[in-house]
């Protein structure tokens, strides 16, 4: 993740494999992140580095998008899908951010 907090710094696009998940951070994106189930792995965006700790609520964010979304399960997704889904998984990133940091482990 380093490597994509520096990559950030200097505005450039970079891709990582971090435990078998492509990680891409892409200065351009007009996101905090972006899931890429097909690749097992998430873009990170500029809004990710809005805001103290919102790197890391991204990173669950996909994490868990990544996890339990229908379409990483392979079962079909329509167009309310993610709709859906995102709530959910903003949710969880909120409160395991908040979990974490209770913990002193952020």
Do not use: C
């Amino acid at each position: 993740m380093a490597e994509i907090v520096e990559a950030h710094a200097e505005g450039k696009p970079l891709e990582v494999v971090i435990n078998d998940r492509t990680i891409q951070y892409e200065p351009g994106a007009p996101t905090a992140g972006m899931s890429l189930f097909g690749e097992n792995g998430f873009v990170i965006g500029n809004e990710a580095f809005a805001s103290p700790g919102e790197l890391d609520r991204t990173v669950l964010h996909e994490l868990y998008r990544l996890a339990t979304s229908v379409r990483a399960q392979g079962v079909g997704a329509g167009p309310d899908t993610a709709p859906a889904e995102t709530p959910l998984a903003a949710n969880f990133a909120s409160r395991a951010y908040d979990f974490l940091r209770q913990m002193g482990l952020q």
